[in-house]
């Protein structure tokens, strides 16, 4: 079946240093991949996605890009902030498994000032 | 402009009662769907629904019961509730199950078992 590994965390940064969040994939179709934020006490919001090889998803300073060959989407972003302290959930929806979102185990982000 | 909202926010219950977690979406959504999130296991599907009147089982549904009367609203019901069903639960909408669009999650029911 499909699944989604990420790195665990927690992630502990500076304020401006680069982040990182690894994520690989396995899946049986062709799936659209999306990365999903978590604020503390909050639920979980769309970060960005792509839905194709190549695409770049991008926001609020975040980039992934969709790379089929190496079953990977990793986030990233150049200068972290204290408000980014957050937990990240990487995710899929497969057509094959009738377009059901399937995540990762999340990694938390903490942004020390 | 509510997007997803999910009754209540906390609850505990005692072994064996019975509860009704609400959801409800204002976006005319088709798709909908519930998720338990425990900590180290990310999140992980109980029950999800394409449209009114028609419900399916997600990787984890013993224990859960669902029904989809209308489009706006997509109850999870506990039968008799476990210690193992201590969880945060999120309710998500989605405009269609196809593979590109976002979910929009509601901000969670904390529930706990006694």
Known sequence: GDSVTQMEGPVTLSEEAFLTINCTYT??????????????????QLLLK???????????????????????????????QV???????????????GNKLTFGGGTRVLVKP | ??????????????????????????????????????????????????????????EVPNGYNVSRSTTEDFPLRLLSAAPSQTSVYFCASSLSSGTGNGYTFGSGTRLTVV
């Open chain 2, 1 to 58: 402009n509510a997007g997803v909202t999910q009754t209540p926010k906390f609850q505990v219950l005692k072994t064996g009662q019975s509860m009704t977690l609400q959801c409800a979406q204002d976006m005319n959504h088709e798709y909908m769907s519930w998720y338990r999130q425990d900590p180290g296991m990310g999140l992980r599907l109980i029950h999800y629904s394409v449209g009114a009147g028609i419900t399916d089982q997600g």
């Open chain 1, 83 to 97: 408000s980014d302290s957050a937990v990240y959930f990487c995710a899929l929806s497969d057509r094959a498994a």
């Open chain 1, 50 to 80: 792509a839905t194709k090889a190549d695409d770049k998803g991008s926001n609020k300073g975040f980039e992934a890009t969709y790379r089929k060959e190496t079953t990977s989407f990793h986030l990233e972003k150049g200068s972290v």
């Open chain 1, 27 to 44: 899946a049986t179709g062709y799936p659209s991949l999306f990365w999903y934020v978590q604020y503390p006490g909050e639920g979980l």
